[in-house]
């Protein structure tokens, strides 16, 4: 199994409403999701080599309780152990006229140390996290975006991925490998990220540091799940929108302030991802708000949005994903600059076939 694309920030939560539920909305817009859990603390263990790897420790009954607690996002390094490869800008060049003065840096005893795989410094991160049965029911995944060397993930003594670094917002499956109950999880991570013959990939985002160095969370999605979310905008002119839209969105016009506004075409296209062992039909609900630093809830900043191409409704047949795809105009929308930093959500609502919000989720954007 392997980590698999994960749009950024598009978490699941119970309704619409839910994500509107405060007048006064935190910073960014960035609503907490009740199906997010955080790994913050985790129990380290830094080995020297392969060699000093302890026998067994991806099991459940490993005694790690003598480890070390660090925090996450972070690095080993900044955590206090080992130091990074990069301690000197001009390294390259450091270690030619060094090695002509037959000189040796803490760095060059890290490079000349670091030979093969075999005798790569790894951390080993154990942390455990306990899940309710209702929770159980939910597709369940162990996001990452930031883990420095290649890795392995182990979820109650099972093998569950060998990766390379990862350095955007990916997503692991664990769901069937816990249960509800005490469930623990181990990430061992070697300092480097090398390729299937052993060579280290040169990658200068870490400069030399190693680890879990961006959040590391589970996230609990729906069972019919709405993700890998596509948006496309094209300025659409007024000579294409109907004379009925343009009559509906010219009072908005009247009153908006002198910000550049337009017509946009937003085309959307995204993953219907079916986890159950049964054929679930459903439906997709779109809406569009202006993005607001406070929101009256009985005043929603919603955007008029006209001629929807198709309703997005659809089966998804047993444990299989299918994509699905509409467009519509949004009318008299802001465009961003940087003078005027209009920004939008888009709202999903899928419903099961009775009408009934399985889950909403929302993508924040802009026009420009």
Request: aromatic share 16%; glycine share 8%; hydrophobic share 35%.
């Given at each position: 199994m392997?980590?698999?694309?994960?749009?950024?920030?598009?978490?699941?939560?119970?309704?619409?409403?839910?994500?509107?539920?405060?007048?006064k909305m935190p910073e960014f817009g960035k609503v907490a999701s009740p199906y997010v859990k955080p790994l913050n603390t985790w129990r380290f263990y830094l080995a020297n080599g392969q060699s000093e790897v302890p026998f067994g420790v991806m099991n459940n009954s490993f005694d790690d309780s003598e480890w070390a607690l660090v925090n996450c996002p972070s690095t080993w390094q900044t955590e206090g152990f080992g130091l990074p490869q990069n301690l000197i800008y001009d390294y390259p060049i450091r270690l030619a006229e060094n090695a002509e003065r037959k000189e040796e840096t803490i760095s060059d005893k890290y490079v000349m140390k670091s030979v093969g795989?075999?005798?790569?410094?790894i951390g080993i991160y154990r942390t455990t996290v306990v899940f309710t049965s209702s929770e159980i029911e939910r597709a369940l995944y162990l996001e990452a975006s930031g883990i420095c060397g290649s890795f392995k993930v182990f979820i109650n003594d099972k093998l569950l991925c060998n990766s390379h670094a990862v350095f955007?917002?990916?997503?692991?499956?664990?769901?069937?490998?816990?249960?509800?109950g005490v469930n623990q999880i181990t990430i061992i991570v070697d300092r480097y990220d090398?390729?299937?013959?052993?060579?280290?990939?040169?990658?200068?985002?870490?400069?030399?540091?190693?680890?879990?160095?961006r959040p590391i969370m589970i996230v609990e999605d729906s069972l019919l799940e709405l993700s890998n979310l596509h948006l496309k905008l094209e300025y659409v002119p007024s000579a294409y929108i109907s004379e009925v839209a343009k009559m509906d969105a010219l009072a908005v016009r009247e009153t908006v302030s002198r910000v550049p506004h337009g017509d946009f075409m937003i085309k959307v296209d995204f993953a219907m991802r079916n986890h159950t062992n049964y054929m679930i039909p459903y439906s997709v609900r779109i809406s569009l708000l202006e993005a607001r630093a406070e929101y009256d809830p009985y005043k929603l900043p919603f955007v008029n949005i006209k001629g929807q191409s198709k309703p997005v409704v659809g089966v998804v047949d047993a444990l299989k994903e299918t994509r699905a795809s509409t467009d519509f105009i949004a009318l008299n929308v802001a465009q961003w600059s940087d003078c005027t930093p209009v920004q939008y959500d888009i709202i999903f609502e899928v419903m099961d076939s009775e009408g009934k919000v399985i889950c909403a989720k929302k993508k924040r954007f802009e026009d420009n």
């Open positions: 392997e980590f698999t694309y994960s749009n950024d920030g598009f978490l699941p939560y119970e309704s619409f409403d839910y994500i509107f539920n405060e007048r795989s075999d005798d790569d410094e955007t917002r990916k997503r692991l499956l664990i769901s069937g490998l816990v249960k509800a090398r390729d299937d013959s052993g060579h280290i990939i040169l990658d200068m985002m870490n400069y030399g540091f190693s680890g879990i160095f």
